[in-house]
């Protein structure tokens, strides 16, 4: 049905890779803004917003698919690991009360959908001119 495979196989390391750096990057820099107080207001919320468009979207590039419906089993799979590693990491802190704030929906499905749009932001080379 899909054809999420490179050269014939799932790309395993670019699930578990991306899965774990996105949350990794994520996870350090709402910490580095929790550490020095920077967690009130819009601004944290649009560069942690920010990182995360960028971060899935290089996921979704990383994987040099060139249909939506091939990325859709890892951008599931990366939202999966995100969301075992909250529940994991977060939630013994502050317990599943996190899962009542909408930022961390929102962030889920940013995560199933940006790279769900890498094969729109490749550059196609342009046509040659015939002069």
């Not at 601004?43 to 939506?68: D, E, F, Q």
């Not at 939630?91 to 929102?106: F, H, R």
């Amino acid at each position: 049905m899909f054809s999420s495979y490179a050269n014939g196989r799932f790309q395993w390391d670019k699930l578990l890779f991306w899965g774990i750096g996105i949350y990794a990057v994520m996870f350090l820099l709402w910490n580095f803004f929790v550490l020095y107080g920077f967690t009130a207001g819009i601004i944290p919320r649009i560069i942690l917003l920010v990182a995360l468009v960028i971060a899935a979207t290089l996921s979704g590039r990383s994987l040099h698919l060139s249909k939506a419906a091939d990325i859709l089993p890892y951008a599931v799979g990366w939202v999966v690991i995100t969301m075992i590693l909250d529940t994991l990491m977060i939630s013994p802190a502050i317990g599943l009360s996190m899962y009542a704030d909408w930022n961390i929906w929102v962030g889920y499905l940013l995560l199933l959908t940006i790279p769900l749009l890498a094969p729109h932001t490749k550059h196609a080379p342009e046509p040659p001119h015939i002069t």
